[in-house]
């Protein structure tokens, strides 16, 4: 069960109204958001529908989103359906939103969509799952969509792929300073080699 500083938002457009409410009034620490935040992420209406119902919590509460297939989605006919070039051009509507944490890829097509943040007692892991190896076998998620290594850039998440390996640093292994911003919190980790600062949102972190 999550505390009571935080919020998980489902992700259907219908209801947005009422749950958005509710969370603002309960202030939490941050809203998880589990992918398909939109209807197509290659269309900027939608994007434009989401931040009109969104934009007022996320103004002063941290958004925690995962991609789902939906955001992959660039459009019906002609926007490009899950073609790799308008997929990609769906994806990056999807990371110019967000700043979201380093996940220790070092592909750079990897960054922000996965990664790992422990906020005080919550560990959370937002990975990208919308692709499985190999195309259109039995882990494949979307038989549409090609993954990195078969002529497309979403990452594989089986055994042995590069967000398989991320986990958030254990507890002992933490080191103590804490994050500066609004929302201030024990510094949220994840692997990364040595320590360093990483910049997300208006919140200083450490790993």
């Not at 994007?47 to 989605?73: K, M």
């Amino acid at each position: 069960m999550l505390p009571a500083s935080c919020a998980y938002l489902v992700d259907q457009t219908e209801g947005y109204a009422a749950n958005l409410a509710v969370m603002a009034e309960r202030n939490p620490a941050f809203v998880a958001i589990a992918g398909d935040l939109v209807q197509s992420g290659g269309e900027q209406r939608d994007w434009d529908e989401f931040w009109r119902h969104i934009a007022p919590l996320a103004a002063s509460t941290f958004v925690l989103p995962a991609l789902g297939n939906h955001d992959y989605f660039a459009g019906p006919n002609e926007f490009g359906r899950y073609a790799t070039e308008d997929s990609e051009r769906a994806v990056a509507k999807y990371r110019s939103y967000f700043s979201l944490p380093a996940n220790g890829s070092a592909a750079a097509d990897d960054s922000e969509r996965y990664y790992a943040v422990r906020w005080g007692p919550v560990s959370l892991i937002s990975l990208d799952l919308n692709n499985g190896r190999p195309n259109r076998g039995d882990r494949d998620t979307n038989w549409h969509l090609l993954g990195d290594g078969e002529g497309g850039k979403a990452p594989g998440w089986q055994p042995g792929s590069r967000q398989y390996r991320l986990a958030p640093i254990p507890p002992d292994r933490m080191r103590g300073r804490r994050a500066s911003g609004p929302r201030a919190t024990t510094c949220p980790t994840y692997r990364c080699a040595g320590l360093r600062r990483c910049s997300w949102n208006t919140a200083s972190m450490c790993c």
